[in-house]
């Protein structure tokens, strides 16, 4: 019963590639994130959703698009990968209530790119 | 602009001995506060967060933080560390009005037997 699970774990793709990430959050809640993390750890936000609805949207190359299909599911499409691409994304999710909103993250995925 | 700062990318502590990792900020209004762990290869994990009220907050593992609002931070803090505290620590903060979070760019905490 993982809180937010993210497919795949691992992802080693070639530069030109397309590729989609994909999260899955049981804890009911109304807001999803995508954060990139690069080799040097830095945390940097992509994306918000809340309930379906794009609230947050960093500058991030139009290569990058997330869809909602649900408030439980945020994927990820990435197409055209390039080499600065690699890093690890987190998804997360919160409940956007005062006081409440801790951030739950998933396990992340590592993506290479080659 | 806002910001978290982590001034240390690094902290080294020998077991027992107490530990405090460092942040400050720079947001806008009265923002939330949070601290998260990660290990490695895994995800980032809540300890705490200030909200409002006392400004000292305890979380998880024996791990509370001080806000102080004239100082802009938010340090953590342990009495004891244990070897199993080495992790990388990251303080994060909340607009109160806007649901974006900002992130510092991390502390690793190294604790020696």
């Known amino acids: 019963d993982t809180a937010v699970s993210q497919t795949p774990k691992y992802l080693v793709t070639q530069m030109g590639n397309d590729k989609s990430i994909k999260c899955e959050q049981n804890l009911g809640h109304d807001t999803m994130y995508w954060y990139k993390q690069d080799s040097k750890k830095f945390l940097k936000i992509m994306f918000s959703?809340?309930?379906?609805?794009?609230?947050i949207n960093e500058t991030v190359p139009n290569r990058f698009s997330p869809k909602s299909p649900d408030k439980a599911h945020l994927n990820l499409h990435i197409n055209s990968l390039e080499l600065g691409d690699s890093a690890v994304y987190f998804c997360?999710?919160?409940?956007?209530?005062?006081?409440?909103?801790?951030?739950?993250f998933g396990p992340g995925t590592r993506l290479t790119v080659l | 602009a806002q910001s978290v700062a982590q001034p240390e990318d690094q902290v080294n502590v020998a077991e027992g001995n107490p530990l405090t990792v460092k942040c400050t900020y720079s947001v806008s209004g009265n923002p939330y506060l949070f601290w998260y762990v990660q290990y490695p290869n895994r995800g980032l994990q809540f300890l705490l967060k200030y909200i409002t009220g006392d400004n000292l907050v305890k979380g998880s593992y024996g791990f509370e933080a001080e806000f102080n609002k004239s100082q802009t931070s938010f340090h953590q803090k342990k009495p004891s560390a244990l070897v199993s505290d080495s992790a990388l620590y990251f303080c994060a903060v909340r607009e109160r009005n806007f649901n974006k979070f900002y992130f510092g760019s991390g502390t690793k905490l190294n604790v020696k037997p």
């Open positions: 997360a999710s919160s409940q956007v209530t005062v006081g409440t909103d801790t951030q739950y």
């Open positions: 959703y809340n309930n379906k609805e794009l609230i």
